[in-house]
């Protein structure tokens, strides 16, 4: 079963709005990370943002942040006031304690930020 | 800046050349990984290593070696190179630990002709 689910494979949004993309995830490790990474058309894979399983507060890292529902398993990114520069693949991923040093990725969304 | 060095942005080889992709890391990271990136089949886990001179499979090994004989070094080595591993080459390293993410190299586009 996919561990990592992301419903939208392409999604599109107008400069300067917020724009959500979506991830689900699926775990019985009570310890856990979760992670977006950005990655332009360039190829290169850019941190944006962590949560962790025990964290009570959502995580902020400037225009993004993480929408974390632990209970639905989900922890959906959230742009504010998206850029041209925001166009790229995104990729949610988590890590689990119990079960090695491995990331699981989900499949990515693309997104594309219209003028 | 701490950063994964990727040996190569861009690499052509010939059908049944030995191919060495090399990474860097200059973090002190025990654990460095080698991904594959194909379009509609996501990033792929083919070799993975926690430790000097130790290595594990990842999700797609055949046709893959890897050496790791210093901790900054992970070696990628495609024994006799083909056609279907044409593909994007991601290098990553990290900390153990569910909160510590990866870093990741900029990615060798590999191009067997």
Same mark, same amino acid.
């Given at each position: 079963?996919?561990?990592?689910?992301?419903?939208?494979?392409?999604?599109?949004?107008?400069?300067?709005?917020?724009? *959500?993309?979506?991830? *689900?995830?699926?775990?019985?490790?009570?310890?856990?990370?979760?992670?977006?990474?950005?990655?332009? @058309?360039?190829?290169?894979?850019?941190?944006?943002?962590?949560?962790?399983?025990?964290?009570?507060?959502?995580?902020?890292?400037?225009?993004?942040?993480?929408?974390?529902?632990?209970?639905?398993?989900?922890?959906?990114?959230?742009?504010?006031?998206?850029?041209?520069?925001?166009?790229?693949?995104? &990729?949610?991923?988590?890590?689990?304690?119990?079960?090695?040093?491995?990331?699981? &990725?989900?499949?990515?969304?693309?997104? @594309?930020?219209?003028? | 800046?701490?950063?994964?060095?990727?040996?190569?942005?861009?690499?052509?080889?010939?059908?049944?050349?030995?191919?060495?992709?090399?990474?860097?890391?200059?973090?002190?990271?025990?654990?460095?990984?080698?991904?594959?990136?194909?379009?509609?089949?996501?990033?792929?886990?083919?070799? &993975?290593?926690?430790?000097?001179?130790?290595?594990?499979?990842?999700?797609?090994?055949?046709?893959? @070696?890897?050496?790791?004989?210093?901790?900054?070094?992970?070696?990628?080595?495609?024994?006799?190179?083909?056609?279907?591993?044409?593909?994007?080459?991601?290098?990553?390293?990290?900390? *153990?630990?569910?909160?510590?993410?990866?870093?990741?190299?900029?990615?060798?586009?590999?191009?067997?002709?």
């Amino acid at each position: 079963a996919q561990k990592i689910t992301q419903t939208q494979p392409g999604m599109f949004v107008q400069e300067k709005e917020a724009v *959500t993309l979506d991830c *689900t995830y699926d775990t019985s490790d009570q310890s856990y990370g979760l992670f977006w990474y950005k990655q332009p @058309s360039s190829g290169e894979m850019i941190f944006l943002i962590y949560q962790g399983s025990y964290d009570e507060q959502n995580a902020t890292e400037g225009r993004y942040s993480l929408n974390f529902q632990k209970a639905r398993k989900s922890a959906n990114l959230v742009i504010s006031a998206s850029q041209l520069g925001d166009s790229a693949m995104y &990729f949610c991923a988590m890590r689990e304690r119990n079960y090695g040093q491995n990331f699981v &990725f989900g499949p990515g969304t693309r997104l @594309s930020v219209l003028p | 800046d701490v950063k994964v060095t990727q040996s190569s942005r861009y690499l052509v080889k010939r059908t049944g050349e030995k191919v060495f992709l090399e990474c860097v890391q200059d973090m002190d990271h025990e654990n460095m990984f080698w991904y594959r990136q194909d379009p509609g089949l996501g990033l792929r886990l083919i070799y &993975f290593s926690y430790d000097v001179k130790m290595k594990e499979k990842g999700d797609i090994p055949e046709g893959y @070696s890897v050496s790791r004989e210093k901790k900054e070094r992970f070696s990628l080595i495609l024994e006799s190179a083909s056609t279907n591993q044409t593909s994007m080459y991601l290098c990553a390293s990290s900390r *153990t630990g569910a909160n510590y993410g990866y870093t990741f190299g900029s990615g060798t586009r590999l191009t067997v002709v």
